[in-house]
């Protein structure tokens, strides 16, 4: 390829210390997801069984009490 002069796409011959634009999506994409992951524990911890103060316990069924609103 070298004889045709063409350059190939990353090929860059000085590489730069900053992260590039990739890695910022990268670092979004995981503020996103922990920022959903905090929204739907809060969401489950209202929807759990009184008194469980866990988001991953599970109602009885037919007795599915929520927690009073304040």
């Known amino acids: 390829m070298s004889q045709f002069k063409m350059q190939m796409p990353g090929g860059r011959a000085r590489r730069s210390a ?13 503020a996103f997801l922990i920022a959903a992951c905090v929204v739907m524990w809060q969401a489950g911890m209202k ?9 991953f316990d599970m109602q009885q069924s ?7 609103s304040k």
């Open 47 to 55: 929807v759990a069984p009184a008194g469980a103060g866990s988001p």
């Open 62 to 68: 037919g007795q599915i009490k929520l927690a009073e």
């Open 18 to 30: 900053w992260p590039d634009v990739y890695t910022a999506l990268a670092f979004v994409a995981v």
